[in-house]
């Protein structure tokens, strides 16, 4: 493991399995650390396959008192950052958190620390614990473990920074219920399970009207995240008596939580969640890559879920279509208004390739809708100026996010947190709709874009020069990650379109290949 001596949150930290795996992490992790934290040392350490991350957050104070206030199962990460937090660990029996209690005490006595902190540690499979280091500041995760203990972190510091003795002994630190937190992210989850995105909050509404819902953020509608932010929006925390019930807060926050403008993780945050290896605590820090081996790919739909969905979208359509034939005021209207007479609304409806023949009809707020033989009630107060609609599809409650709608029939739909693009046409549209040329796929082996918008830090290729499938092109910094850019096949260089110091843009052409 190289890793940055001054570093956090995955930044200058890299596995090397090799020599050339070596030099490329001594570059890029110096690299990383000199950016981040201006300095460009490193530490090399002993790698532990398939460990579980479990940190323990203690508290010293100037006269010599310290406690540890249980543990936090940090196991979720992607490239060595952490995305999910909980407390406590699920994995852990009391002797293990004892004796890892006692240990991370030990250390802060014994180079004299007082504040918060943290004592990081890899655990194994037979629970064995291994020391990682010690982060002497207050973790982002910090608010899972005072749900859990009731003791406000913040406060106990400024306490022991005015020279204040601890008020609490180790006994009296509880275990309450159970806490989760959600790094929600400005990245898109599809691309190495987030690379950045940037752009302009357009719109930004956090959940904490639900119950048991915290969330710390500084973020407020009309802020600009560039290349230059820390991707994080906000730190999401649910509580509950239990586990069970702390998760399905979580669920309910993540698709309650309104983000439009830049592109977000809350898809791969609930896939997490609800994910069966998750719930059962069958995790370690290779957890996504070895539940989505090919990268992640958003919420996979079941038959009645997908049902519900093309309800769903079926009812939005004719809903939106309903809204349109109304004039306001029109008792008092000179012109007289002939509403059509539609008893049953025929339509085609598009999803993943795949086309279905809709038929839909409403009374009131409730649309009966006709899909793949199957009859389903759907029921909401159907305002449409809403950010969020809560539906229920025969007797089953969801709240989804209609993100945009054209005049052409795509919808984006936000549905189980994952994000679905639908086309809803009548039947007579549908039909028309047949001699509409399509735009012809870009060939995507020929050309290198960049997946996501940051500084062109070196370009290791010319025009003329050959290069072999998953050779480097080109590094990228983004969010003060560097990232390497490779070829799709092998091939000549036919142009080269940046140059070190270029700021680029998601999608931005960088290289083409003969």
Request: contains cysteine; glycine residues 8%.
């Amino acid at each position: 493991m190289i890793k940055a001596s001054a570093g956090g949150g995955g930044k200058g930290m890299r596995i090397a399995w090799d020599d050339e795996e070596t030099r490329d992490g001594f570059r890029f992790s110096s690299q990383e650390a000199a950016s981040s934290f201006g300095d460009d040392r490193l530490l090399i350490e002993k790698f532990i396959d398939n460990p579980r991350h479990i940190e323990i957050q203690v508290l010293g104070d100037k006269h010599g008192n310290a406690v540890w206030l249980n543990e936090r199962e940090c196991s979720i990460q992607r490239r060595n950052q952490k995305v999910v937090e909980e407390a406590p660990s699920i994995f852990l029996d009391s002797k293990t958190r004892r004796a890892m209690g006692e240990q991370a005490v030990a250390l802060a006595k014994a180079v004299k620390y007082s504040s918060a902190g943290t004592v990081e540690f890899l655990v194994d499979s037979k629970k064995n614990f291994y020391f990682l280091e010690m982060n002497t500041r207050l973790q982002v995760e910090h608010p899972v473990t005072e749900c859990i203990t009731g003791l406000d972190l913040v406060q106990e510091m400024i306490r022991v920074a005015k020279g204040y003795p601890l008020r609490h002994k180790q006994a009296d630190i509880p275990i309450n219920g159970w806490a989760v937190e959600c790094r929600v992210y400005a990245e898109d989850p599809y691309k190495s399970f987030g690379l950045p995105s940037i752009g302009r909050l357009s719109q930004y509404q956090e959940p904490i009207h639900l119950p048991g819902v915290r969330v710390d953020s500084g973020i407020q509608p009309g802020s600009d995240i560039s290349i230059y932010y820390d991707p994080m929006i906000s730190k999401l925390i649910t509580y509950g008596s239990d586990r069970t019930e702390a998760l399905k807060r979580m669920e309910d926050a993540l698709d309650n939580y309104i983000i439009r403008g830049v592109t977000h993780n809350i898809a791969l945050l609930r896939e997490v969640i609800i994910n069966s290896r998750f719930i059962e605590g069958d995790i370690n820090t290779k957890f996504l890559s070895d539940v989505y081996p090919d990268g992640f790919k958003g919420h996979k739909l079941t038959e009645n879920e997908r049902k519900q969905l093309l309800a769903i979208a079926s009812s939005l359509f004719v809903a939106f279509q309903l809204r349109a034939q109304r004039f306001q005021e029109h008792e008092t209207s000179r012109v007289p208004i002939i509403k059509p007479q539609m008893a049953n609304w025929e339509l085609s409806v598009k999803l993943h390739d795949e086309v279905h023949t809709v038929i839909a009809s409403n009374s009131g707020p409730t649309f009966s809708v006709e899909v793949d033989g199957s009859k389903l009630n759907v029921t909401s107060t159907w305002n449409l100026a809403s950010p969020l609609l809560s539906v229920n599809v025969d007797g089953i409650q969801r709240t989804i996010q209609c993100l945009s709608r054209e005049a052409g029939g795509n919808m984006s739909i936000q549905f189980l947190g994952t994000v679905y693009q639908v086309h809803v046409l009548t039947k007579l549209a549908a039909e028309l709709n047949k001699f509409m040329l399509e735009k012809v796929a870009e060939d995507t082996s020929s050309v290198l874009r960049s997946p996501m918008p940051g500084v062109v830090v070196a370009v290791s290729v010319k025009p003329g020069d050959m290069v072999a499938e998953g050779q480097e092109i080109c590094v990228i910094e983004a969010m003060k990650m560097q990232n390497s850019m490779t070829a799709g096949k092998t091939g000549k260089v036919k142009s080269v379109h940046c140059k070190a110091g270029d700021t680029v843009g998601e999608g931005d052409l960088l290289v083409e290949l003969e």
